[in-house]
């Protein structure tokens, strides 16, 4: 056998072993309901906010603690709780991917990019809020 | 109806051209297809002739889109689209091409520009592969014609038409029942640029990038004509200097959105391993990998089959990145993918065209490519080159493997995502790939081709391993990196990867002394080596020695949060005009009124004191308030540059001076007796004297002034005082109020009341204090960063300039 021949295969059985380990330690997308069963693991949930409950977060008391209630599309709430500054469009986001672990009632997040929100129009084109902003007035 | 007022000439003239570019760009494709494939001479020249006409004519096609909408855009015609969209009144000119890379189909033209440019060099400069590289430049043309084409063919979209009117996109909307609707005040002005993208970085990063993008397909194209003509090897050398070119532009375009996100953004970081990032590292890498196995092949004869493998694989890469951060597949793991524009099958099918043909020609034309069947030796340069390559590729592969689970998920019934720490799982692989290519770039320029002596290889080695060991051991011991976060084997790997960054850094540097003898014209590829090792010496201590300098270290108000374990006290809150302590600084929040009219960023004054005296300095961290769409806003930070690190500050949060003004919590009143105590939420109110007509007012001798003497303890035993004033003035009762900030508390001398005692008002508000909440990181060595890639970038345009006049001393031959 070649000693190139080698090298290939101790590289793909390296990168067979790294990309195993990857897969390991990836988590779940998760539904609130399915992540209640799952206490303690991170799971990653995609839901929107609550609106008809107010968001916690006054930095005059604490910058580093937001408070929150998601539902997601199945009717599912659950509060969160983010150990960092409120994300700055956490009102306008109409989708949240939330990255985290369910502690108790409470879906902890203690990673700043634990938070990912989609909001119309970041650099990219939304038909609706275009077409909300032709209608008012 | 007939609409009043509309400009629908160029929208008319921009769309025909963009149709004739299409048809442009198919009939230079058939024509330099029948070009390669003629059988005699006479013939290929008549087809080559007729399909340089083409693309001429889709030169101009694609320019006068590019000048319609640039045209549009600046004279403000709303009716349309994408000045509505993308651009506003208030947005000054230099702006104007930001936000033509705003919109999908603004920065597929930008693509199509650079090809057409790289176009017009190859058939000048291309010779004999001119016909088979064309044709593959106008395919890829072609393709991306039909991007910006959008015409509805059997109910679906094929592309986005960048001169649709607002009307016909928004069909629904009832203004546009009106016929004088554009005399309506939200079609006088656009939505605007993002706020994000109002920045210089926007205005030269995706031009480089683009370019970088453009310039990937030229090696790729080569390659596809040396399978293609079956003169498998003759192109290797004349496609050297265009491969050099693809991987300096595509890195500094890479390295720029890096500075952008650094300089611009609240990334807090240049690199964060998103998805959008990682798609343009991958094809680049592959792109470095190929490059080291084409110079292989031109002095050995090695590696043929590999330099094919990879050249194709960047271009398909690229193409793949395209899709994958404008299908919006990634919009649940990337901060900045594109949205889904309903192109998804179109993006599909241009990775499809070429990702089949190429393959399948690589594929069936293999067994043939020639190759050396003795093997390299172990001591030889070209056997350690191929290595890393590997290396490299191999780092790609599972860069974008991670990168593509959100496609996956596509196919799966179980979705999968990055767990509970996403950076670290890349950083933990990549720390190993880092040692190795520091190793590697330091040995391997020392090795001959075909075979080292053992001995004249100790000998030119053996001072620079003892220097850059000297230097990393110093470095280790005194340079402060004990980043313990991930356990110790993470740190000792974070040791070794610094010795392997200065080794490459030290070895590197000798070696254009030692081995070209200082000959610079030759030494590109050293002096790229010494930049990549620099930028690895600045990545590994910038990331292992970032520090958080906000925490909250006042002690106050923390209790509120009793599940904040560990660090996450990433931010701080400074009170306006409260000295704050603030680990080695003593920061003050100055003022936050400054609004800077055009751009409607506001700025906050923050200062900085170090606690030994040594350095005062002053950072305007600020908000833009975007216009576009819904009120939004974006931080964008400010740093002071020291020699050896950046202190680096941005806005979190901030009050709502509106809010501030529209207080509508009431003063409560409070009967107090001297020496008596109130309670608050947060603790009591003592009434220590009264102080009739006090100094410090100046008051006239026919006024009555009272002063009340106030001391407040909180909960956490903290003393302040307040001394709020009543007086009577023109017979009308006035007041001074007193705030105490930290406690959230306005105190109002309401007055005297009945047995004694004085009325005190309390009023118990969030929204009364100018405050700031900020994060202060500092980032040492960063410049060593930024210091690396621009060195890395010169020796690979000095290394292209020397590959240029090879091949060109060789055509002359």
Request: with cysteine.
């Amino acid at each position: 056998m070649k000693k190139v021949q080698i090298v290939i295969l101790v590289a793909i059985a390296a990168a067979v072993a790294i990309l195993i380990s990857f897969m390991g330690n990836l988590s779940t997308y998760e539904t609130i309901a399915s992540a209640r069963q799952k206490p303690g693991k991170t799971v990653t949930i995609i839901a929107h906010l609550d609106n008809k409950l107010p968001i916690e977060y006054d930095p005059v008391k604490n910058p580093n603690f937001v408070s929150f209630h998601i539902s997601d599309t199945l009717g599912n709430t659950a509060k969160v709780v983010y150990h960092f500054e409120k994300p700055y469009d956490l009102e306008k986001a109409e989708r949240i991917t939330l990255k985290g672990r369910m502690n108790g009632d409470v879906f902890e997040i203690s990673r700043k990019d634990g938070i990912l929100l989609k909001c119309p129009s970041k650099y990219k084109d939304d038909p609706n809020a275009a077409k909300k902003e032709l209608t008012q007035n | 109806m007939e609409y009043i007022g509309e400009h629908l000439l160029p929208g008319k003239i921009g769309h025909f051209f963009a149709v004739l570019s299409l048809a442009a760009s198919l009939i230079a494709l058939i024509s330099y297809f029948k070009a390669t494939n003629a059988k005699t001479p006479d013939e290929a020249q008549s087809w080559r002739k007729m399909g340089r006409i083409a693309f001429g004519i889709d030169v101009l096609a694609v320019f006068a889109v590019l000048f319609t909408i640039i045209y549009i855009v600046s004279n403000r015609l709303f009716e349309y689209n994408f000045a509505w969209e993308h651009s506003s009144r208030s947005l000054p000119l230099n702006y104007l091409l930001a936000c033509i890379w705003e919109a999908q189909e603004g920065s597929f033209l930008l693509w199509t520009i650079w090809l057409c440019v790289l176009g017009a060099i190859l058939i000048k400069k291309a010779g004999k592969w001119e016909a088979p590289v064309m044709t593959v430049m106008s395919f890829a043309l072609f393709c991306v014609a039909t991007m910006i084409l959008g015409i509805y063919v059997f109910g679906h979209n094929i592309g986005i038409n960048p001169f649709i009117l607002l009307r016909e996109k928004m069909t629904g909307a009832p203004i546009f029942s009106r016929a004088d609707y554009l005399s309506f005040p939200q079609m006088k002005d656009g939505q605007g640029l993002a706020a994000l993208l109002q920045n210089y970085w926007m205005v030269i990063h995706p031009p480089i990038l683009f370019l970088g993008f453009a310039s990937t397909i030229v090696p790729f194209a080569y390659a596809i004509a040396g399978l293609w003509k079956k003169q498998y090897g003759d192109w290797t050398k004349t496609a050297l200097p265009w491969t050099l070119f693809s991987a300096a532009v595509l890195g500094t375009g890479i390295m720029m959105g890096a500075a952008w996100a650094y300089e611009s953004l609240s990334f807090a970081g240049y690199w964060a391993w998103d998805p959008v990032e990682n798609a343009s590292l991958v094809p680049w890498l592959v792109m470095v990998a190929g490059l080291h196995t084409q110079v292989v092949y031109n002095a050995t004869g090695h590696s043929l089959r590999a330099t094919y493998f990879f050249l194709i694989t960047q271009f398909i890469f690229i193409l793949y990145s395209t899709f994958l951060t404008r299908s919006g597949v990634l919009g649940d793991t990337s901060v900045h993918a594109f949205v889904d524009s309903g192109m998804n099958v179109q993006l599909g099918l241009f990775v499809a065209v070429f990702f089949i043909p190429a393959y399948g020609l690589f594929i069936a034309r293999y067994k043939k490519i020639p190759f050396i069947a003795k093997e390299e030796q172990t001591s030889s340069r070209e056997f350690w080159m191929f290595i890393g390559s590997l290396v490299l590729f191999l780092s790609a592969l599972f860069i974008i493997v991670s990168t593509s689970l959100p496609v996956m998920n596509l196919f799966r019934k179980e979705k999968l995502t990055t767990g509970d720490d996403p950076t670290f799982a890349y950083n933990r692989v990549e720390i190993f790939i880092a040692v190795l290519l520091g190793l590697f770039t330091a040995v391997t320029q020392y090795l001959k081709y075909k075979v080292t002596a053992k001995d004249h290889l100790i000998k030119k080695i053996a001072v620079p391993t003892i220097v850059a060991l000297t230097i990393s051991i110093l470095v280790s011991v005194f340079g402060g990196i004990n980043y313990d976060k991930y356990g110790a084997g993470f740190m000792v790997a974070i040791h070794l990867a610094m010795f392997a960054a200065i080794y490459s850094v030290v070895a590197n540097a000798a070696y254009i002394y030692s081995g070209m003898r200082g000959k610079l014209k030759a030494a590109g590829a050293s002096i790229a080596h010494v930049g990549f090792g620099l930028m690895l010496v600045g990545i590994l201590f910038s990331s292992a020695k970032k520090e958080v300098l906000s925490h909250n270290t006042t002690g106050i108000m923390l209790t509120f949060d009793p599940e904040a374990k560990q660090d996450p006290t990433e931010n701080i809150t400074l009170l306006k005009g409260v000295r704050t302590d603030m680990g080695k600084y003593w920061t003050t929040f100055i003022d936050g009124d400054s609004i800077e009219p055009r751009s409607k960023a506001q700025y906050f004054h923050i200062r900085f004191e170090k606690k030994d005296g040594t350095k005062n300095f002053d950072l305007y961290p600020h908000w833009l308030k975007s216009n576009k769409g819904q009120q939004q806003i974006s931080a964008n930070p400010d740093k002071y540059h020291y020699f050896d690190r950046d202190i680096f500050s941005y806005i979190t949060a901030a009050d709502n001076p509106e809010q501030r003004r529209d207080d509508t919590v009431r003063f409560k009143s409070n009967p107090v007796a001297l020496h008596d105590t109130v309670f608050y939420s947060k603790g009591i109110i003592i009434l220590d004297s009264i102080v009739v007509n006090p100094e410090k007012y100046h008051f006239g001798k026919g006024d009555t002034a009272l002063m009340a003497k106030l001391t407040i303890i909180s909960k956490d035993s903290m003393h302040y005082t307040a001394t709020p004033v009543y007086y009577v003035k023109d017979n009308q009762a006035q007041y001074i109020h007193d705030t105490v900030f930290a406690q959230n508390l306005a105190l109002r001398f309401n007055g005297l009341s009945a047995g004694r005692k004085i009325d005190l008002g309390i009023k118990e508000s969030a929204a009364m204090v100018p405050f700031v909440a900020l994060k202060v990181y500092e980032f040492p060595q960063i410049n060593i960063l930024w210091i690396g890639t621009i060195i890395m970038i010169i020796g690979f345009i000095m290394s292209m300039v020397w590959r240029r006049r090879q091949a060109r001393a060789l055509r002359a031959q």
